[in-house]
């Protein structure tokens, strides 16, 4: 971590109930957390409930979306706007995570859209980019992930990286118990800022960048130790509220 405030980001994914919710309403310390970002990214259907019942009572905590809708209004079915995100407090929004890229076809400039839209009705977007494993092997990496930034460059400028975060998550990690190491990890992270850079060396300094893929409780520390990573967005490890708090502990004393 390198003086950027760390951001730890939960993504509960198609998991959760509101036994959930009431798990972290009851126990999530983030008041204890005040030298980092918390956030929660439940399924959307219960963003109001985790909004009431968890961030409104702990500022500590803020509530995001995990996908939205690169309209604004309209028919398009089962689609969530920018303006429903902040009738339920949602000021932040995942785009373009590797399940939705690969399940459900979001090509790069569908994903850039998706980030405009939320920047411009001030909704925070959380870029997720990442290769797959054959990616990796091809060496491909750097290549995948310079697309996925620059599809958002060409859309939004350079600039649009002032107020979004970018979330690297390599696909083989996600959900395997197989995190990359923190030295692959770092590369990466690295390779992103100094892409960034090319463009704009400010922006490339403040924009924080989040690791994911099988992050827990017990590699988390050595993660935050990296000099480019801000932090986490963090999938199976967040569904257990003592887990997810434990990850947040490891940012607050790694900051
Ligand atoms: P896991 O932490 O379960 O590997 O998921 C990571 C992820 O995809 C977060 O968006």
């Not at 411009?120 to 750097?142: A, H, K, V, Y």
Request: a negative charge; one cysteine or more.
């Amino acid at each position: 971590m390198s003086g950027l405030k760390p951001f730890i980001a939960a993504n509960w994914k198609m998991n959760g109930n509101n036994a959930l919710i009431s798990e972290f309403a009851q126990q999530f310390d983030a008041e204890a957390l005040s030298d980092i970002d918390v956030l929660v990214c439940p399924p959307s259907v219960y963003l109001e409930r985790f909004s009431y019942q968890v961030a409104k009572h702990s500022s500590a905590i803020a509530v995001g979306a995990q996908n939205l809708n690169e309209n604004d209004s309209g028919a398009f079915t089962g689609e969530i706007s920018t303006a429903m995100l902040h009738e339920v407090n949602a000021k932040f929004v995942i785009v373009g995570h590797s399940e939705r890229r690969s399940i459900y076809g979001e090509t790069p400039e569908l994903v850039a859209k998706k980030y405009n839209v939320a920047l411009t009705n001030q909704i925070t977007p959380i870029l997720c980019t990442g290769e797959s494993e054959q990616e990796r092997d091809n060496e491909q990496t750097f290549n995948v992930i310079a697309k996925d930034i620059d599809a958002v460059i060409e859309l939004c400028g350079i600039k649009s990286f002032e107020q979004g975060i970018i979330a690297y998550e390599p696909v083989w990690a996600i959900g395997t118990g197989k995190s990359a190491t923190p030295e692959q990890a770092q590369e990466v992270h690295q390779f992103i800022r100094s892409h960034l850079a090319k463009y704009d060396d400010e922006v490339a300094a403040g924009v924080r960048i989040l690791y994911g893929g099988s992050v827990n409780e017990k590699n988390a520390a050595e993660l935050f130790k990296q000099n480019d990573i801000n932090g986490a967005l963090v999938g199976g490890a967040s569904l257990v509220s003592e887990k997810f708090m434990a990850i947040c502990q490891n940012a607050q004393s790694n900051k």
